[in-house]
């Protein structure tokens, strides 16, 4: 069975610097997506970033970027010039590729972002 | 906004009680998730819809259950309710059965008291 483990329950960052959020799993699949989900206190889970596994290129979306290393199974989030809306939950996820799978998602515990002003 | 619409978003019910969650998927999606976020078991997936038919299951209680109808909208109904029931539930959507990206509701806070 597929895990994802994401070992900081808090982190915090002054505004406007870097913050990179850690996010290991485990899977003997070799065909999957990898996703970085918001959850802020309004409770909305929103979608931040995705990866497929098949890319070797890192993803990234504005102020947003992974470091996808397959090998390693390691996933992190980086988020540069952080503001203050970004003070959130963020959630890890894992889906499986396959068609014969139920393509459910796969969560870490969540690391806590806290932006200091 | 998401587009998917989750009814009701807050709900305080008592033990042994039986509740209906609605959801209302995207435009055009057919696939429906359903997962629940409590504060010792995390997100939990709980069960999958496509086009009407039940998909797969995970943790879902025997006392929970769920359908989709014909206009794929979806109702988990949580009955005999206790304390450990108490948690967000979300409904999440996506257009296909493989696609990557789902799409999540505000979720229903239940308060089971």
């Known amino acids: 069975a597929q895990t994802v483990t994401q070992s900081q329950p808090e982190m915090s960052v002054q505004e406007a610097e870097t913050v990179t959020l850690s996010c290991t799993y485990d899977?003997?699949?070799?065909?999957?997506?990898l996703f970085w989900y918001k959850q802020p206190p309004s409770r909305q889970m929103i979608l931040v970033i995705r990866q497929e596994a098949y890319k070797q290129q890192n993803a990234t979306e504005n102020r947003f970027s992974v470091n996808f290393q397959k090998a390693a199974k390691s996933f992190s989030l980086k988020i540069s010039d952080s503001q203050l809306g970004d003070a959130a939950m963020y959630f890890c996820?894992?889906?499986?590729?396959?068609?014969?799978?139920?393509?459910?998602?796969?969560w870490g515990a969540g690391t806590k972002l806290i932006i200091k002003p | 906004d998401s587009g998917v619409t989750q009814t009701p978003k807050h709900l305080i019910t008592a033990t042994g009680q039986r509740v209906t969650l609605r959801c209302s998927p995207r435009s055009g999606d057919l696939s429906v998730y359903w997962y629940q976020q409590s504060l010792d078991q995390g997100l939990q997936f709980l069960i999958q819809?496509?086009?009407?038919?039940?998909?797969a299951k995970g943790n879902i209680l025997e006392r929970f259950s769920a359908q989709q109808f014909p206009d794929l909208h979806s109702e988990l109904n949580l009955s005999s309710l206790e304390l450990g029931d108490s948690a967000l539930y979300f409904c999440?959507?996506?257009?296909?059965?493989?696609?990557?990206?789902?799409?999540f509701g505000q979720g229903t806070r239940l308060t089971v008291v």
């Open positions: 819809y496509y086009n009407g038919e039940e998909r």
């Open positions: 996820a894992y889906r499986s590729a396959y068609l014969d799978s139920n393509y459910q998602l796969i």
């Open positions: 899977t003997s699949e070799s065909d999957y997506y």
């Open positions: 999440a959507s996506s257009v296909e059965l493989g696609y990557s990206e789902a799409f």
